[in-house]
């Protein structure tokens, strides 16, 4: 720094400047999505890494589990076609006194997967969808029930915009009702819409 310039100011002018309110944080707005027919899944080959433990299978659609990734790929080598899309679900919840560790853990898991995924040709022309559980606040006042889960998708985003329309990501709340309109839209209308909250059987996006 070369210069410093100093001005006399009133105490009336530093009380006018911070009179107003300033909007001076980026912060994600939900909107509401207007309610359509949900999307057609039958026909539609869903892979689910761990266990379906949401019912996607209730969708409609062709679901088939995998213990991980790598399961995934054994099985597009011996010859089966590719998934339209592949879910990770959700793990079951995790005490308060484990939050720290939890938090930690996801987000590693998370970032290695993702990777993983990002460096396999075999996966270039599926989508993958994330899928967390109270992990978002989508309205004023709201709480945010998974800690790890918001902190995962906080990674997500990231690797979203450097990755376009690769990778979706659905929260839902604890009415697994809210998985059979959220799981088709995310996946049909994911060009649109890349995240997406179901909150009670209303459909948000941000």
């Known amino acids: 720094m070369e210069s410093l310039t100093l001005r006399p100011a009133s105490a009336d002018q530093v009380h006018?400047?911070?009179?107003?309110?300033?909007e001076s944080l980026f912060r994600v707005e939900w909107t509401d999505v207007p309610a359509?027919?949900?999307?057609?899944?039958?026909?539609?080959?869903?892979?689910?890494l761990g266990h379906d433990a949401v019912d996607l299978a209730g969708t409609g659609a062709q679901v088939r589990e995998?213990?991980?990734?790598?399961?995934l790929g054994a099985a597009l080598d011996a010859g089966e076609p590719a998934p339209d899309a592949v879910f990770v679900l959700p793990p079951a919840g995790t005490r308060a006194d484990d939050a720290v560790d939890?938090?930690?853990g996801a987000v590693n898991a998370a970032l290695a997967a993702v990777q993983e995924w990002l460096a396999d040709e075999r996966f270039a022309g599926t989508r993958l969808v994330w899928v967390t559980s109270g992990a978002v606040a989508v309205g004023r006042g709201a709480g945010v029930a998974d800690l790890a889960g918001s902190a995962v998708r906080g990674l997500l985003r990231s690797a979203q915009s450097?990755?376009?329309?690769?990778?979706?990501?659905?929260?839902?709340?604890?009415?697994?009702?809210?998985?059979?309109?959220?799981?088709?839209v995310g996946v049909r209308g994911a060009a649109s819409a890349a995240d997406e909250s179901?909150?009670?059987?209303?459909?948000?996006?941000?």
């Open 16 to 22: 006018a400047a911070g009179a107003g309110h300033l």
């Open 36 to 48: 359509t027919a949900a999307p057609a899944t039958a026909g539609l080959r869903w892979a689910v």
């Open 66 to 71: 995998y213990t991980d990734l790598a399961g």
């Open 102 to 104: 939890a938090v930690h």
């Open 162 to 184: 450097e990755n376009p329309g690769q990778l979706v990501m659905i929260d839902l709340d604890r009415d697994r009702a809210s998985v059979r309109p959220a799981s088709g």
């Open 198 to 206: 179901a909150r009670s059987g209303r459909r948000r996006c941000c």
